[in-house]
Nanobody, 115 residues
Framework: QVQLVESGGGLVQPGGSLRLSCAAS????????MGWHRQAPGKERELVAR???????NYADSVKGRFTISRDNAKNTVYLQMNSLKPEDTAVYYC?????????WGQGTQVTVSS
């Protein structure tokens, strides 16, 4: 059983920054991909960013240039650095890992961007 534990959410003013962390219960190299998704009230869950074992990444157009996904292999942890936050970034952010045809999800962490 894979466990993903997110942390780092909170309340931040527009233009501010937050860093989310996702700690996995096993080596992140065992996954085909890891990523962050988000779900705002009344909206579908959407992909924010992904990172692959080789280090390549991709991002949703809405966050390109503002968010950065990275990893610490020794800590089995993936991060999402979020800069220049906007009110429309407000959502519950979920960590996701994909392996052997299965998806694993964290419990989610709330990010609220408001003045």
């Amino acid at each position: 059983q894979v466990q993903l534990v997110e942390s780092g959410g909170g309340l931040v003013q527009p233009g501010g920054s937050l860093r989310l962390s996702c700690a996995a219960s096993r080596s992140i190299f065992s996954f085909n991909a890891m990523g962050w998704h988000r779900q705002a009230p009344g909206k579908e869950r959407e992909l924010v960013a992904r990172i692959f074992p080789g280090g390549s990444t991709n991002y949703a157009d809405s966050v390109k240039g503002r968010f950065t996904i990275s990893r610490d292999n020794a800590k089995n942890t993936v991060y999402l650095q979020m800069n220049s936050l906007k009110p429309e970034d407000t959502a519950v952010y979920y960590c996701r890992a994909h392996a052997s045809g299965l998806d694993y999800w964290g419990q989610g962490t709330q990010v609220t961007v408001s003045s």
